[in-house]
């Protein structure tokens, strides 16, 4: 479903709830996608990983990983030295980005002397413990572990720890697969009403009907329709409404879950709007009767 699709449908929706919602309470666009980029985070949230551990919930995730595909990605961070601390001399550490929402798997590229060594370079799977694992694996006055695989520690917002034993030598990069952020969608387009001029709107220019158009060129549209902007026809109904739609970067004009969830996600933006309009509502109503009782 394309992000105007969810728009049309989403204000369907609350205007079959309360006549408001049609006139004086109709949301403006920004308001609707808000709600709907919104939606997309928590159903990711609630869907995919709401299980407890990061075992689960990368197992549910790979599991489910052809509905997720366009939500996967993977790169590879340049590591940085452990700040003074346990991990300090025993660890390397990557600053995650903005996109990232939740680990899937990680390699090291490192190299290795005597246990197990390593000669030349090569990425090398990690592992993720539970932090009751790792007294063990740290090395102290009397452990020195080995660690055939790298052990992945997540702390502080963003940052991942890999930590090695003493016989890597180098552990250079780490190439992260994980579970990003959906791309919001775009709302860079202009809307019009009333008029389409040509110096804005030039002639050939593909639009979408936000209200129902009554008459353009002699055909009438229904709210969703496209239809294209015709030389010398700059105007439509006072209050009748059309949009230009325009791609961006990292945002998208596609919904990016799996179709067959669409409406899921739909009904959780309506419900959250909801229930911020009655609590909006409510405080006014509380200021109305607090001024009448002055």
């Not at 949230?45 to 995730?61: G, L, R, W």
């Not at 572990?145 to 991942?160: C, G, K, Q, S, T």
């Not at 990069?173 to 994980?178: D, G, P």
């Amino acid at each position: 479903m394309r992000g105007i699709d969810f728009q049309i449908q989403f204000e369907r929706i609350i205007q079959e709830m309360h006549d408001n919602f049609i006139s004086s309470d109709r949301p403006d666009t920004f308001t609707v996608y808000k709600f709907i980029n919104q939606a997309q985070i928590r159903y990711l949230n609630e869907k995919y990983i709401s299980f407890s551990s990061v075992k689960e919930n990368v197992e549910y995730i790979q599991q489910r990983a052809g509905d997720l595909n366009s939500l996967i990605k993977t790169r590879v961070f340049s590591t940085s030295v452990s700040p003074a601390g346990p991990y300090y001399g025993k660890s390397k550490y990557i600053t995650l980005i903005d996109d990232y929402v939740y680990y899937i798997r990680s390699d090291s590229y490192l190299k290795r002397t005597d246990a197990i060594p390593i000669i030349t370079a090569a990425y090398i799977p990690n592992k993720v413990v539970p932090y009751s694992d790792l007294e063990r694996l740290l090395k102290t006055p009397w452990n020195y572990p080995i660690l055939r695989n790298p052990v992945v520690v997540f702390e502080e917002d963003d940052r991942i720890y890999v930590i090695h034993d003493s016989y890597t030598t180098t552990l250079t990069q780490v190439s992260l697969t994980y579970l990003r952020r959906p791309y919001n969608f775009d709302t860079n387009y202009q809307e019009f009403t009333g008029s389409i001029p040509e110096a804005t709107v030039p002639t050939g220019t593909r639009m979408r009907a936000l209200t129902a158009i009554s008459n353009y060129v002699g055909n009438s549209y229904v709210i969703g329709d496209y239809f294209t902007k015709v030389s010398g026809y700059n105007t439509i109904g006072g209050s009748e409404m059309v949009c230009t739609p325009h791609d961006g970067l990292n945002i998208t004009t596609e919904c990016e879950f799996p179709y067959q969830v669409h409406d899921e996600i739909l009904d959780m933006a309506v419900k959250m709007y909801v229930e911020e309009a009655k609590f909006r509502l409510n405080i006014m109503a509380a200021q109305k009767e607090q001024q009448a009782s002055l």
